[in-house]
């Protein structure tokens, strides 16, 4: 594991010798109800293991593949939504931006700003988001290597921001399909900063169905044991009570008994392979080389 910078979230801290954070609910909000009973199970789980956990949702997934694709409730419904689980569940809370005009109200309630990976190299977008003096969660593109994650670090650090996170979601690898190339964890570490691996997301087939996308659930295991073995920071997994029936990314969700299980699974390897201090209050109250190295039909 290569030793990164420590950010604080909260009680939560990712980077240096910690242990592996979670970063894990639904692709987006589908209602009040449904979000806050995922946030409750998840915060019920994490507890229960000692895994310190950031919820996350979108409150409006504008990067949608057709236009008939359901994408949330808004920015009003979904920062209340996100508030209150917040507050009443006393646990940090992400989200992804998709415009400059969302950052106003957006910084009074996430305590992570997401840059989505298709916005990645949007220099406006960025430098807004840094200048909230929030976490800044930066998806790594599908389209960029990991080592030209280093110019959007400068686009953060260029406004004194240095609380920075950087997630591997996979990499474009023909037509609907991605790959996983664990090397990029430990390439992008090298930049000073915690690295998430986004196992669900790796597991995607953009496109894959024509008007949305396919997935690979199966996958979501294996590559995140891999993925902490390698000596990521945190997990990033979207989950969903009913993953068949959810109403973005379904495909490649996981449900909550298989969280439950791979958290144990994780847990274990981190302390197999490398050696992380506990967080006393864990419990939310924050050059390139050959060939590839790890790669399957995943994002």
């Given at each position: ?14 980077g240096k010798a910690n ?104 220099t406006d977008l960025i ?45 474009s690898f023909g037509y ?124």
């Open positions: 594991m290569i030793i990164t910078r420590e950010i604080t979230i909260g009680k939560i801290k990712i242990p592996v954070v979670l970063i894990a609910g639904p692709c987006v909000i589908e209602n009040e109800r449904s979000a806050i009973e995922i946030a409750m199970c998840l915060k019920e789980i994490t507890v229960s293991l000692s895994v310190p956990f950031i919820f996350k949702a979108s409150y409006d997934k504008a990067n949608r593949s057709s236009l008939d694709s359901f994408r949330g409730p808004g920015i009003k419904k979904g920062l209340a939504i996100l508030k209150k689980i917040k507050d009443k569940l006393d646990i940090p809370v992400l989200s992804d931006v998709h415009c400059q005009n969302d950052l106003a109200e957006a910084k009074k309630v996430l305590d992570v700003i997401q840059i989505p990976a298709f916005l990645s190299r949007q430098v807004e988001a840094a200048r909230t003096g929030k976490v800044i969660n930066i998806k790594k593109g599908q389209f960029l290597a990991p080592w030209d994650m280093v110019n959007i670090i400068k686009k953060v650090e260029s406004c004194g921001n240095k609380k920075i996170i950087i997630t591997e979601r996979g990499v609907n399909n991605l790959v996983s190339d664990l090397r990029a964890l430990a390439i992008m570490q090298k930049l000073g900063y915690p690295v998430v691996y986004d196992a669900t997301h790796s597991v995607q087939l953009p496109g894959g169905r024509g008007a949305s996308s396919g997935g690979e659930r199966g996958f979501v295991e294996g590559l995140s044991r891999a993925a902490v073995a390698f000596g990521c920071n945190g997990l990033f997994l979207e989950v969903h009570k009913s993953p068949e029936k959810a109403l973005c990314d379904g495909p490649n969700s996981i449900n909550l008994p298989v969280l439950k299980k791979l958290l144990k699974q994780v847990k274990s390897i981190q302390k197999a392979v490398y050696p992380v201090r506990d967080q006393p209050d864990s419990r939310p109250t924050e050059r390139r080389s050959g060939a590839v190295g790890l790669a399957g039909r995943s994002s």
